[in-house]
């Protein structure tokens, strides 16, 4: 597979070869763990965790990176606004370490309800501030970076190529609402790369320029590059992330190693609820945890998910979850029932077509849309299949398509049914009656097994045998 992918950078599609043969090279952008993630930012690591599995699908070796920023968030992005640990910290009266372990336990917590793959190293910005702070000698050495009365700053205007990523001039990036005007600047579009201390902080470092802390950009540039070398192959975040934090972060890498910083830059659009954009004021912020509470299997959001392009806004309604959900219950049945009666054969070439046709899907810039038609397809030629080999075809290499998006069809096709208790109670009332030939009682029992959706079949050789409808 050779993945045709949008990069933002050059606004085109482009057919992407890993840097190094086989081994690709991933850095995304990972939570700021001061409250608990909604389901738009887990919408966003689904995406990243489909790229990841299709590029394993096709047998990339990939290393991926995600930081958990735990220190240098600041509300509103602003170098102004306030810091997003410590208003956590004091909202919860818990210190800024226990914030951050809470809410990554629960970030990690809901993507596995969404059998997202954890990346490769997951990195904690409080654990790298000797590579941050190094990275920021190596900007002053060069004369990318001064210090100031509050911090040490990046200077845009060392950097012509400041705007490459977001194609806005820099005039135009200074008159931005989102820069403020601090006087310790030398230009208002400069970027904090060390924030000194102030006295009621909570987290602070010492360093070469005083007691602080790192700004938010330079934690991403020096946990990538530690871990993946000057040059990544792909870097991901959500649309929010290409102004300013990506901008920021090739300036202050590209500035330091004098190498691209990422060759392709991947951007996930938002995700909205009926239309609008999640806001508490609206009430609308909902998390994993709202979507198992009202009934609905997290994978059912999976599924929604994929049914999107990453790149138009995903407009989630519950109405549309409860399709999705109906969708993945029809599948499962469908599958759980083929998979009975045929099982599943290792994929082979009758049913390459299908194979070939998902991943020309998933190749075109992750159209997953496209990914989910031809499981529908290949569910639809189970259903018709001639013969039980080559129902056990198709229903393998679904098994096997499902590796890239991440569903769980084996699992469930698998899985054993199990009775609840007060099913199973009733089972064997009605082998006791039958036992006892007392058939009027068995009839009756099957009937109320019936009605909670169990069905008993009663076989020729005086076993009995039940399916869940
Ligand atoms: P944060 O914890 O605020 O740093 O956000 C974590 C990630 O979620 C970032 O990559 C954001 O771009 C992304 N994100 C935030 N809101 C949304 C949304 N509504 N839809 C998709 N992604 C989002
Ligand atoms: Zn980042």
Same mark, same amino acid.
């Given at each position: ?112 309800? +969404? ?58 990036? =200074? ?26 902080? +909570? ?64 951007? =996930? ?201």
């Amino acid at each position: 597979m050779v993945l045709a992918l949008y990069n933002t950078l050059t606004r085109k599609k482009e057919r992407f070869v890993p840097l190094q043969d086989k081994r690709f090279r991933i850095y995304d952008c990972g939570p700021t763990v001061w409250a608990e993630q909604h389901i738009g930012n887990l919408y966003r690591y689904i995406v990243s965790d489909v790229l990841r599995r299709a590029l394993r699908y096709s047998g990339y070796d990939v290393t991926e990176v995600m930081n958990i920023t735990d220190v240098g968030a600041i509300v509103g992005d602003v170098d102004a606004g306030e810091d997003r640990m410590a208003v956590a910290a004091r909202r919860e009266g818990l210190d800024p370490l226990a914030v951050a372990e809470k809410y990554a336990d629960l970030f990690f917590r809901d993507g596995a309800r +969404l059998n997202i793959e954890r990346a490769d190293i997951v990195s904690k910005a409080t654990e790298h501030i000797p590579e941050m702070q190094a990275l920021i000698q190596t900007l002053l050495d060069k004369g990318h970076a001064y210090v100031a009365a509050d911090g040490v700053y990046f200077d845009v205007s060392s950097w012509p190529e400041y705007g490459k990523l977001s194609k806005k001039p820099l005039d135009e990036l =200074v008159a931005g609402a989102r820069i403020e005007i601090n006087p310790n600047k030398r230009n208002p579009a400069d970027f904090a790369l060390w924030r000194a201390a102030k006295p009621d902080d +909570l987290q602070k470092w010492p360093s070469p320029w005083g007691e602080g802390k790192p700004g938010w950009h330079i934690e991403c540039s020096a946990m990538a590059m530690k871990y993946l070398g000057p040059t990544l192959d792909l870097h991901s975040g959500g649309e929010d992330h290409i102004f300013p934090h990506h901008e920021c972060e090739i300036a202050q890498s590209e500035a330091a190693t004098g190498k691209p910083f990422s060759r392709c830059w991947m951007h =996930v659009y938002f995700l909205r609820v009926e239309g609008q954009g999640m806001h508490k004021s609206i009430g609308n912020v909902y998390t994993v945890s709202d979507i198992i509470e009202r009934g609905y299997d997290p994978i059912a959001f999976r599924l929604l998910a994929l049914g999107a392009h990453y790149r138009t806004p995903l407009n989630f309604t519950w109405d549309s979850l409860g399709a999705q959900q109906e969708r993945l219950v029809r599948w499962r049945s469908n599958l759980k029932r083929f998979y009975r009666d045929s099982g599943a054969s290792a994929t082979d070439e009758l049913t390459a077509d299908l194979r070939d046709e998902f991943v020309a899907a998933i190749e075109d810039d992750l159209n997953t849309a496209s990914a989910l038609a031809v499981v529908e397809k290949a569910l639809h030629r189970a259903n018709l299949a001639e013969s039980r080999e080559e129902r056990a075809a198709v229903v393998g290499r679904i098994f096997d398509l499902d590796r890239v998006l991440g569903l769980s069809l084996r699992e469930a096709a698998v899985a054993q049914d199990e009775l609840t208790a007060e099913e199973a109670r009733l089972l064997r009332e009605r082998d006791a009656a039958r036992a006892a030939k007392d058939w009027k009682k068995a009839d009756g029992l099957r009937a109320d097994l019936l009605k909670q959706g169990i069905r008993v079949h009663d076989e020729k050789n005086g076993t009995t045998r039940w399916e869940r409808i």
